[in-house]
T-cell receptor, first 115, second 114 residues
Framework: LAKTTQPISMDSYEGQEVNITCSHNNIATNDYITWYQQFPSQGPRFIIQGYKTKVTNEVASLFIPADRKSSTLSLPRVSLSDTAVYYCLVGDRGRAGGGADGLTFGKGTHLIIQP | NAGVTQTPKFQVLKTGQSMTLQCAQDMNHEYMSWYRQDPGMGLRLIHYSVGAGITDQGEVPNGYNVSRSTTEDFPLRLLSAAPSQTSVYFC?????????????FGSGTQLSVL
């Protein structure tokens, strides 16, 4: 099973670029890497997903090296409102194989943005 | 477009009481699931459904029942509430079961069992 490891917490300041790295040494060939964001008192929200190289959307960028054993979520010019928990997930093999039921939301990375 | 709607937002129960947490989605999603989140922990899967009439257990199913009579609704029933079930409960849905599909979450139900 592809498990992920990410820092428990990170601090940064408004206007900075923040990079959160996730390791997933046992990622399988067909697994995708997905990141979710969770604000206090809300459910998680999808941010970005990728398979290899680089993916960019209006919110973030995701960098995945060739060996795919890690990935980095990059948040450009963060603001106070980016304070949240960020989860890195790898498409996991559930009991029936490959389903959302096999995804593991670990403890995530608690990102705190200061003024 | 309401997305995933959970009710109630807050609930206090006494040990032994039963109740149903409601979840409804208006996106015609086939896959729905229930998670619980305890302080400082990630989300743990309780039950899930891949379509009307089909449900299965997740990581922590004991003490909970589910049913899926319609595509839109996926209620979670606590049969006899225990203090260990004090938690925040999230319902989620996606267009299908694939792990690459976006999960859409509700805003949660905070449950306290005394």
């Amino acid at each position: 099973l592809a498990k992920t490891t990410q820092p428990i917490s990170m601090d940064s300041y408004e206007g900075q670029e923040v990079n959160i790295t996730c390791s997933h040494n046992n990622i399988a060939t067909n697994d995708y890497i997905t990141w979710y964001q969770q604000f206090p008192s809300q459910g998680p929200r999808f941010i970005i997903q990728g398979y290899k190289t680089k993916v960019t959307n209006e919110v973030a960028s995701l960098f995945i090296p060739a060996d795919r054993k890690s990935s980095t979520l990059s948040l450009p010019r963060v603001s106070l409102s980016d304070t949240a928990v960020y989860y890195c997930l790898v498409g996991d093999r559930g009991r029936a194989g490959g389903g959302a039921d096999g995804l593991t939301f670990g403890k995530g990375t608690h990102l705190i943005i200061q003024p | 477009n309401a997305g995933v709607t959970q009710t109630p937002k807050f609930q206090v129960l006494k040990t032994g009481q039963s109740m149903t947490l409601q979840c409804a989605q208006d996106m015609n999603h086939e896959y729905m699931s229930w998670y619980r989140q305890d302080p400082g922990m990630g989300l743990r899967l309780i039950h899930y459904s891949v379509g009307a009439g089909i449900t299965d257990q997740g990581e922590v199913p004991n003490g909970y029942n589910v049913s899926r009579s319609t595509t839109e609704d996926f209620p979670l029933r606590l049969l006899s509430a225990a203090p260990s079930q004090t938690s925040v409960y999230f319902c989620a849905s996606s267009s299908d079961r694939s792990s690459t599909e976006k999960l859409f979450f509700g805003s949660g139900t905070q449950l306290s069992v005394l």
